[in-house]
């Protein structure tokens, strides 16, 4: 799937980050040219069976699929996207086909509408986390700017 000089870089480069104690990982997934964000994330937490399911819905989303390109783009290794293909294909989300000789993984409508769920909930988790950060932020300011009141009282006493 992916030569040893990939594997070699991305370490030299999460090496590299680590030691510049970079939090964000923006530069770093700019340096991976062709690479998504959550790519970087695999190396960082192992994804859940969930998240694999979905990254391969994702994929499927596009375009029909090889297993080959399936498994580059979803960054997985073949033998674990073989079984998560077989759960998919048993629950009738995705379906084999043959088309030019090659056997390719199509959505169905039922694995569109899964997949749609799943970005929909993602979506609303994100909202739910923004307005939990407003809300603590909400809560944080009034004791900030009655510090800083007292501060100009103080100042303007001396």
Known sequence: MCGFGYWVRALLILNFAERCFVDDLEFINDLFVGRRREDLS????????LELYEAVLGALVRKPLTIDRLAFETSMDCGA????????????LIEERDFS??????????GVTVFKTLSFQKYFEK????????????????????????????????
């Open 81 to 92: 996207l073989r079984q998560r293909l077989e759960f998919l294909v048993r629950n009738e």
């Open 127 to 158: 909202v739910a986390n923004t307005i939990r950060m407003v809300d603590e932020a909400l809560q944080v300011l009034p004791s900030l700017s009655s510090g800083v009141a007292r501060e100009k009282s103080r100042k303007t006493e001396e």
């Open 101 to 110: 000789g090659k056997m390719v993984f199509a959505l169905t409508e039922r």
């Open 42 to 49: 695999v190396w960082c937490m192992r994804r859940s069976k």
